[in-house]
């Protein structure tokens, strides 16, 4: 019979020492109390944490500082939009961002995401929003991003993209 790998707890990317799981009360001000984080042992001193899935001790991405938290959210805003605007499908998002940060469909989260990639996923994302924007204000269809491109789902969760 196989045993079941105990998680173990990430480690601060910053400062090398041991994340410990934690309520969010106090951190974060505007999240009830059952808010779990993983939150670097040397806080507040060293400024990094990643919340969990809730009722589970899964972080959510890795620990962050402020200036990436930030970033990150700031991806996530306009990388949202390209689905809550009808740009695409949710599921075709993530496989776009999947491509822009080369990684498995799996592991395609903002969450996991340093500055470079966030910094990425603003300017790709930004991008395709002013090409809606343009051709909204000049009368043409929207340019379809996957055009010339069909995305299948691959066993595993990994993407795979072939040309038409």
Same mark, same amino acid.
């Given at each position: 019979?196989?045993?079941?790998?105990? @998680? /173990?707890? %990430? $480690?601060? %990317?910053?400062? #090398?020492?041991?994340?410990?799981? $934690?309520? @969010?009360? #106090?951190?974060?001000?505007?999240?009830?109390?059952? /808010?779990?984080?993983?939150?670097?042992?040397?806080?507040?001193?060293?400024?990094?944490?990643?919340?969990?899935?809730?009722? /589970?001790?899964? %972080?959510?991405?890795?620990?962050?500082?402020?200036?990436?938290? &930030?970033? $990150?959210?700031?991806?996530?805003?306009?990388?949202?939009?390209?689905?809550?605007?009808?740009?695409? /499908?949710?599921?075709?998002?993530?496989?776009?961002?999947?491509?822009?940060?080369?990684? %498995?469909?799996?592991? @395609?989260?903002?969450?996991?995401?340093? &500055?470079?990639?966030? #910094?990425?996923?603003?300017? &790709?994302?930004?991008?395709?929003?002013?090409?809606?924007?343009?051709?909204?204000?000049?009368?043409?269809?929207?340019?379809?991003?996957?055009?010339?491109?069909?995305?299948?789902?691959?066993? #595993?969760?990994?993407?795979?993209?072939?040309?038409?």
């Amino acid at each position: 019979m196989k045993r079941k790998k105990k @998680a /173990t707890a %990430p $480690r601060c %990317p910053y400062c #090398g020492s041991v994340a410990i799981l $934690r309520s @969010a009360e #106090g951190i974060y001000h505007s999240h009830s109390k059952d /808010t779990m984080l993983y939150v670097c042992k040397k806080y507040p001193a060293c400024d990094s944490y990643v919340q969990v899935h809730p009722g /589970t001790s899964i %972080p959510m991405g890795t620990l962050a500082n402020k200036k990436l938290r &930030e970033l $990150r959210q700031e991806a996530h805003r306009y990388f949202d939009q390209l689905y809550l605007q009808g740009l695409m /499908t949710k599921d075709e998002a993530y496989l776009w961002l999947a491509e822009i940060v080369a990684a %498995p469909l799996a592991q @395609a989260h903002i969450g996991y995401l340093g &500055e470079y990639y966030c #910094g990425r996923v603003i300017e &790709e994302s930004q991008k395709i929003l002013q090409r809606k924007h343009s051709a909204a204000r000049s009368g043409w269809q929207k340019e379809d991003p996957y055009e010339n491109r069909n995305f299948a789902l691959c066993p #595993g969760d990994e993407c795979r993209q072939t040309a038409i």
